[in-house]
């Protein structure tokens, strides 16, 4: 069975600063790694997904994720977020064909 | 292209009653997933269809729960005597393959509330 912790409900940081968005993991397999963002009453949108290669995967608007099979981890980071950025951010996983399991979300809100 | 369609996006029911959510997803999408998003529970998988064909409704709570996919273009949730503790946004999803790959798109989702 797969799992994924967020360990941080709530992120706070100003426009302009760096950021990183914890992620670990639980398989028993290689898994396909994937971070979703949702902004207020909207769906969910992939930013980036992970399965093998480089384990840095780079995604949207300036987003990029690094893979450590060693740490099960797969943090989001961005070297400088905007306000626009403030949303929930999901790390998910799935290691069976279809099944994708979510974390409970980061929510991010960026001090203008 | 519209993205995937959640009809409505605000539902209100009393207790007891009944409550069909709608989906449409993107055309040409093979599969086609249900969530349940809370607070406290965060996003859970509830069904899973591909080829309209149901595949996995592990999620899905077993009494008062049902979802179909008459055709392609799209799937209904239903929930019968709902009761407070139903009341969530509930998401649809679809994908190109239904693939573990597979990107996910999500439409804006339904929020039930059951007073």
Known sequence: AQSVTQPDARVTVSEGASLQLRCKYSSSVT????????YPRQGLQ?????????????????FEAEFSKSNSSFHLRKASVHWSDSAVYFCA?????????????????VLP | NAGVIQTPR????????????????????SAVFWYRQTIVQGLEFLTYFRNQAPIDDSGMPKERFSAQMPNQSHSTLKIQSTQPQDSAVYLCASSATGGAYAEQFFGPGTRLTVL
């Not at chain 1, 898994?31 to 949702?38: A, E, G």
């Not at chain 1, 997904?49 to 949207?60: E, F, L, R, W």
């Open chain 1, 46 to 62: 992939l930013l980036l997904k992970y399965y093998s290669g480089d384990p840095v995967v780079q995604g949207v608007n300036g």
């Open chain 1, 93 to 109: 996983v799935s290691a069976n064909a279809y099944k994708v399991i979510f974390g409970k979300g980061t929510h991010l809100h």
């Open chain 2, 10 to 29: 605000h539902k209100v029911t009393g207790k007891g009653q009944e409550a069909t959510l709608w989906c449409e997803p993107i055309s040409g999408h």
């Open chain 1, 31 to 38: 898994p396909y790694l994937f971070w979703y963002v949702q």
